[in-house]
């Protein structure tokens, strides 16, 4: 009977031990599992036209369609016209996901630019400070993608199926050889989004939840914009990138209406919006609150020396939405190609200049065993806000708006 007193204790301390460890343990197990909610469900919206100034031969145009619609297993929906039906279908692999359109025959039968050919081919044909290059076919597919995400939204919630996540992506956009299937990877998108939700609950401007739209930047625009108004019109600084964007489909709905509010008040008063880029420009410097950005300037130098020169400077969103996998197969490439350039393999003369300023720098000894990028490395998502005041200053704030959006 003693005993029991001085054995109480011990025994509840024994309890509360291994009640604890339990905890410690599932805590555990629960952290292995990893993520418990589904993945959130992508879709990706793209269009092709053949146009006859087009900037590329037909045959890039089916190679890269073919690395993109042969190789990405994402739900895609595709615009085009019928005479491209079959070209299309023939690239994508039976068992995937696809959803093809061939409803409008040029994108000037799309309802915003509808009755647009005439003012587009003269006016803003005009207006062009690059018009050797583009035509206005070409204005017409670039200034369709908005309208094309909302309606892949609307048809296929009619057919019951609902997404996430939508984004529109150039179906030229995959150039060179890639391993990614699942594509942008889901988990990988909704830790963007994630990341996003830490950013806004730390900073008090911005205040709207999800509604964010995502935009793969190529630079900020120069300080000069910092008094840029409403009425100035489109700014065709390097700023967007139009090949890649999307949020959810409230988002997009948004973004879409917004869009044609603003290119036809431009339109109307004859200023230039055939680069929807120099639109979503705009749109930016209007609405930072709604934008969130990956700027291509946060990567670090050194990824972008070696293999920034040409094409992964703009399609680096590739590798930033990719998932672990894919992405370690292209910095196997990488590495390839780092070996080759070290060994003065095949025609690498620029590579080699490049590599040689590489290991001439300071600090190059750090980097010679993985001078390849890693997405732990790479750029963090931005808030357009914050990324506007760094360059404008502290106390700029957006111009007033007069143009009506009918939401
Ligand atoms: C193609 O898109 C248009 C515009 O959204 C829509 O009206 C039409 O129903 C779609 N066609 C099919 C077959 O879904």
């Known amino acids: 009977m003693l005993l029991l007193p001085g054995r109480r204790p011990k025994l509840i301390y ?52 073919e690395r993109y619609l042969g190789q990405i297993t994402t739900d895609i929906y595709f615009f085009t016209s019928p005479e491209l039906e079959d070209f299309i279908l023939e690239k994508r692999p039976s068992s995937f996901p696809f959803y093809l359109n061939t409803t409008f025959a040029t994108p000037f039968s799309i ?12 006016q ?11 035509s206005p076919d070409v204005y017409a597919v670039w200034n369709g993608k908005p309208y094309f995400v909302t309606q892949a939204i609307q048809n296929l919630e009619r ?54 739209v995502f935009f793969p930047l190529t630079g900020i625009p120069s300080a000069g914009h910092q008094k840029w108004k409403e ?50 420009n705009t749109l930016f410097l209007l609405f930072p609150d709604k934008f969130i950005a990956m700027d291509y300037s946060d990567v670090p130098l050194m990824d972008i020396d070696l293999y920034g020169a040409c094409c992964w400077r703009w399609w680096y969103y590739h590798f930033w939405f990719g998932d672990e996998e894919g992405g370690e197969k292209v910095r196997e490439m990488w590495r390839d190609k780092l ?19 590489w290991e001439d720098t ?24 914050t990324l506007l005041k760094k360059q404008f200053g502290r106390t700029w704030t957006p111009p007033k708006r007069h143009v009506h959006v009918d939401l």
């Not at 967007?240 to 869009?259: E, I, L, V």
């Not at 070996?339 to 300023?357: T, Y």
Request: hydrophobic share 35%.
């Open 14 to 65: 024994l309890i509360s031990c291994l009640a604890c460890l339990v905890f410690l343990f599932r805590l555990f197990i629960a952290k292995d599992r990893g993520p418990t909610t589904p993945p959130p469900r992508i879709l990706l919206v793209s269009a092709f036209y053949r146009s006859p100034n087009a900037k590329h031969s037909d045959y890039a145009y089916s190679r890269w369609i």
């Open 111 to 122: 309802p915003p630019l509808h009755g647009l050919e005439a003012v587009y081919s003269k």
């Open 124 to 134: 803003q044909h005009d207006l062009d400070p690059y018009k050797e290059k583009h």
């Open 159 to 212: 057919q019951g199926k609902v997404y996430d996540y939508v984004f529109w992506n150039d179906a030229g956009s995959f150039r060179d050889d890639h391993w990614y299937t699942e594509w942008p990877d889901p988990r990988r998108v909704e830790q963007v989004w994630a990341d996003v939700a830490k950013l806004q609950g730390r900073s008090r401007s911005t205040n709207i939840g999800s509604d964010l």
């Open 231 to 280: 009425d100035d019109g489109p700014i065709s600084d390097a700023f967007s990138q139009g090949s890649f964007f999307g949020g959810t489909p409230s988002a997009m709905q948004w973004f879409s209406k917004t869009f044609y509010a603003y290119h036809d008040h431009y339109l109307s008063k004859s200023l230039f919006v055939g680069i929807d880029q120099n639109v979503f």
């Open 339 to 357: 070996k080759d350039v070290r060994e003065g393999k095949g025609n690498l003369k620029s590579e080699q200049a490049k590599l040689k300023v």
């Open 362 to 385: 300071r600090w190059s000894f750090l980097w010679k065993e993985d001078l390849v990028p890693s997405r732990e490395r790479s750029a963090p998502v931005r808030l357009m806000t």
